[in-house]
């Protein structure tokens, strides 16, 4: 178990620029999600898979970004023309998808827009 | 959506004290789970608590379920432990179990 891995641990890019982070889950676990988080705030869900399927998408998820988990192990998360907005951390985290089971996050990837 | 409501806010200590943090939820949830945030931003599983009392060295943790709140306790606090702390509880049935996070408590603990 080497825990959930996210790279890369820091991103600054310009507005306007696209940007995409990459996730790798605790192997085995066929749940994977994101979440966002601002400065000062908790983390808010963005999205989830079950293994390669995505299921649900927050209202926070705008038409720029997209994520995909082609093969149900890792996956990627990209911003279309970055906004002052997107500026945030975000993370990762997986879990087995059965009951009973917590979820495990990564270090995150903290993205500042220029 | 669940409501989670965590409380205070901010908290100073001096290193050596004790304190208790309270997260209040406002639905039957079936995941519960403390979270320490660190200066550089990692998430920290501290517990996986939805109901009952756990304890892991100087921290112990309690969800009462029935009546929608969990308490972390923190011993001899040290330097160490300051950062933020989050509460997150999920419903299975609800949206892959995603979690929903309080607004955190931070703490610093001053030597």
């Known amino acids: ?114 | 959506g669940i409501q989670v409501e965590q409380s205070p806010p901010d908290l100073i200590l001096q290193e050596g004290a004790n304190s208790t943090l309270r997260c209040n939820f406002s639905d039957s949830v079936n995941n519960l789970q403390w979270f320490h945030q660190n200066p550089w931003g990692q998430l920290i599983n501290l517990f996986y608590i939805p109901s009952g009392t756990k304890q892991n060295g100087r921290l112990s943790a309690t969800t009462v379920a029935t009546e929608r709140y969990s308490l972390l306790y923190i011993s001899s606090s040290q330097t160490t432990d300051s950062g933020v702390y989050f509460c997150a509880v999920s419903r299975w049935e609800t949206s892959g179990s995603r979690l929903t996070f309080g607004e955190g408590t931070q703490l610093t603990v001053n030597p």
């Open chain 1, 1 to 114: 178990d080497t825990g959930v891995s996210q790279d890369p641990r820091h991103k600054i890019t310009k507005r306007g620029q696209n940007v995409t982070f990459r996730c790798d889950p605790i192997s085995e676990h066929n749940r994977l999600y994101w979440y966002r988080q601002t400065l000062g705030q908790g983390p808010e869900f963005l999205t989830y898979f079950q293994n390669e399927a995505q299921l649900e998408k927050s209202r926070l998820l705008s038409d720029r970004f997209s994520a995909e988990r082609p093969k149900g192990s890792f996956s990627t998360l990209e911003i279309q023309r970055t906004e002052q907005g997107d500026s945030a951390m975000y993370l990762c985290a997986s879990s087995p998808g059965t009951i009973g089971q917590p979820q495990h996050f990564g270090d995150g990837t903290r993205l500042s827009i220029l």
